[in-house]
């Protein structure tokens, strides 16, 4: 212990073998182990975040209390429309393998799906589609990492792309394409995890549906999210995919793995997406709320990318890299384009310049960026453009200097032997001694002892000013009567069960 | 923009079943199947690993190449009839010509119109000859097909050849579903949720016009944008 509120450091997760990531036997150190990195933990930041239960507060992982909330969650949703004849699709997406660098919740969920609609409906043509980001072979990685296949059985489990062909489904706003795969069976099952994720795109607006125009949507759905509306907007696309007559023809029920910024909390499901919505905005308004709100707070700063995931999804106390350089209240729907979104990058011009003052910049406490540990698989160029860049190792370069989606990357970052001379050399131009570690840690977040003195200093008027003046603000943003929700039944129980 | 082809894909005839999913999704239609066996074009491949990607039976390995291959689509800048055409192609398109429409390659708009304008008649040309469509093969597919759609021209899929036969692949679906286009009472019905349609039209509009007015006011061509 270092003292009463600055800990020894989170041992991350093991770096994952990938089609997309170095060899893991190259990464020889990591980042929690370079000399002075210290921790800093959600209960001494936020006290009233509620208790995770994988892992919880002692660091244990305790599988079977996924399986139990989830059977119990899954035994209230209504079934009774599936008939034991009927095939079944459970529609997951690859982010829930990725939650604090442990897919094993995710995983454990998706199985408990397919094992109780067996026990309530009789049915045996259940089948596993799991949706892509822009990696298009992670999903199939997963399934065989998780032994996916096996238990699903022979052909049952397996990734879909937004390559792979796709059907005209017609919506409000237009017809739209969907991955024919998603949709072959009679009923589908939308299994996904309500961290807030890509709330640079969707804006926490609708959140829930997000994987309709995503990952299980055709490329040129996604194209038209990200291209096609705007940056409050996008998520539209989702929302009409879902409430389309074709997919509301098969919609059964839907099942979240919910976390918090400091680990896995409960499961949750409903045969009302939007119902369940109104839990998980109102959950993340009150805890990734909290913690996004002091990121913008942060100043000058070297961050250490550590984790087995492309350079927007790393994770920082639950948070993704994209979110945290995007420096804005993304809950804000004022807010119109965020330091980082694609709707902002396309507006930056040949030299790296913003073509328009309304576009806020990436977070100016960024200093440095320090790459130990990435996948490639996502356009990144846009942030060595934007902030120095230090990749460690040849086998790290390599693996962006091959990236199709990353030629250029390396034309705007150096390379260093190894990480304590990337660090050295990020301490000498970025001139501070603070940083944050994006290793995908549970339970806290590993920083320098500097950085974690004023994440501590800042967190209680945070917690309050996020209480007392977003949380309202970004309630009636949407409509939302959050004193209603908080009070409602359901909610309650759902909370006091978050917090058992 | 300069593209990068710095790796190949490779394919095992031991282990391709000549299932011909590497040519329906190839943006650029670079791979045929004869003989059951998939067969890559290198003159057109961008190394984009689509087919390395979907193939199911792992039959494709992506090979560094020795020297990296450059695509560059080079824009007629000293014909300014030219660069008329291309500013009046992209802000039909609601795009403007300096802005990314490829986040992989950093294409810009006026990349891809000046080879519409130039008669590239096939996305799969298009992709082969621009370096769109090199990366993650998804994201710039709406703003390329904004831009045939404004130059007047609905562009045929490229097939592949299977045994010397022409097949229909899947690389894209015609498809342009456009905030502006969408109707009214849709708006209004999903506002009340936080969704600000007039708002981001607005922002993106401006954002646009602010700018043809600089270039308007530098090279003194007359031009506002439309929706």
């Given amino acids: 212990m270092k003292g009463a509120k600055i800990h020894d450091p989170i041992v991350p997760m093991p770096p994952v073998q990938s089609p997309y990531g170095p060899p893991v036997d190259k990464i020889t150190m990591r980042a929690y182990q370079l000399p002075g990195i210290v921790s800093v933990r959600f209960t001494d930041l936020f006290p009233e975040f509620p208790q995770p239960i994988y892992p919880d507060r002692s660091g244990n992982k305790n599988i079977k209390i996924i399986r139990e909330l989830a059977e119990d969650r899954l035994r209230r949703v209504d079934m009774s429309m599936i008939k034991s004849n009927d095939s079944i699709n459970i529609l997951g997406s690859h982010h829930g393998f990725t939650l604090f660098g442990d897919g094993a919740p995710y995983a454990e969920m998706l199985k408990t799906i397919r094992d109780i609609i067996i026990e309530r409906t009789g049915a045996k043509d259940i089948r596993l589609r799991v949706g892509v980001g822009l990696r298009h072979k992670e999903a199939d990685m997963w399934i065989k990492y998780f032994k996916l296949d096996e238990y699903f059985g022979k052909g049952r489990a397996r990734g879909i792309a937004p390559l792979d062909p796709g059907i005209p489904v017609d919506t409000e706003i237009g017809t739209l394409y969907v991955l024919r795969d998603a949709f072959d069976a009679k009923w589908i099952v939308h299994a996904h995890n309500s961290d807030v994720r890509e709330v640079h795109f969707h804006r926490h607006i609708d959140r829930a549906v997000k994987p309709f125009a995503m990952s299980y949507a055709r490329l040129e759905t996604r194209a038209t999210y990200h291209f096609n509306f705007g940056p409050r907007t996008a998520n539209i696309v989702a929302r009409a995919i879902f409430e389309s007559p074709f997919v509301q023809s098969k919609y059964t029920f839907s099942s979240f793995i919910v976390p918090s910024p400091e680990g896995i909390v409960t499961v949750d499901a409903d045969n009302n997406l939007y119902a369940l919505n109104d839990r998980i905005t109102l959950h993340n308004f009150r805890t990734y709320g909290k913690i996004m709100t002091l990121y913008t707070k942060l100043k000058d700063f070297i961050v250490v990318l550590d984790f087995s995931g492309p350079i927007p999804y790393q994770f920082a106390g639950g948070v993704i890299f994209a979110n945290f350089s995007s420096n804005v209240d993304l809950f804000d729907l004022d807010v119109e384009f965020p330091g980082y979104t694609w709707y902002s990058e396309m507006f930056y011009d040949e030299l790296g310049h913003p073509m328009s003052p309304r576009i806020n910049p990436v977070h100016p406490g960024i200093k440095a960026i320090v790459i130990n540990l990435a996948w490639g698989g996502y356009p990144s160029v846009f942030w060595s453009q934007q902030v120095p860049t230090i990749i460690v190792g040849e086998h790290m370069a390599e693996v962006l200097r091959r990236d199709s989606q990353n030629r250029e990357f390396l034309r705007h970052a150096v390379v260093a032997d190894d990480l304590p001379t990337a660090m050295e050399f990020a301490y000498k131009f970025a001139k501070t001694d603070k940083v944050i570690i994006f290793d995908g840690a549970a339970g806290g977040i590993n920083v320098s002892k500097s950085l974690a003195e004023e994440m501590l200093e800042l967190a209680p008027k945070v917690s309050e000013e996020v209480d007392n003046v977003r949380i309202p603000k970004w309630c009636k943003q949407r409509g939302m009567d959050c004193e209603a929700i908080k009070n409602s039944e359901k909610y309650k129980e759902w909370y006091e069960n978050i917090r058992r | ?227």
């Fill in chain 2, 1 to 227: 923009m300069v593209g990068i082809v710095n790796e190949i894909p490779r394919v095992d005839p031991n282990k391709c079943i000549g299932c011909t999913i590497c040519g329906s999704v190839c943006p650029t239609a670079a791979i045929s199947v004869v003989n059951r066996k998939a067969v890559v074009d290198y003159s057109r491949c961008t190394g984009c690993r689509a087919c390395f990607e979907r193939c199911p039976e792992d039959a494709i390995t992506m090979e560094k190449l020795p020297k990296p291959r450059l695509i560059q689509y080079k824009i007629r800048e000293d014909d300014p009839e030219n660069l008329k055409k291309i500013d009046e192609l992209c802000r039909r398109a609601g795009l403007h010509p300096e802005q990314i429409i490829c986040f992989c390659t950093g294409t810009r708009a006026k990349e891809v119109a000046q080879a519409i304008l130039d008669g590239v008649k096939t996305i799969e040309d298009l992709a082969a000859l621009v370096g769109v469509r090199s990366g993650c093969k998804v994201e710039c597919m709406e703003p390329i097909q904004r831009l045939y759609e404004a130059a007047g021209i609905k562009p045929e899929r490229k097939p592949f050849m299977w045994n010397g036969k022409p097949m229909q692949g899947y690389q894209w679906y015609w498809n342009i579903v456009y905030t502006f286009r969408i109707p009214e009472k849709v708006k209004v019905k999903y506002e009340k949720f936080g969704y600000r349609f007039s708002d981001d039209e607005r922002v993106i509009t401006e954002i646009v016009e602010q700018e043809w007015e600089k270039i308007k006011e530098a090279k003194n061509i007359n031009r506002s944008l439309s929706k």
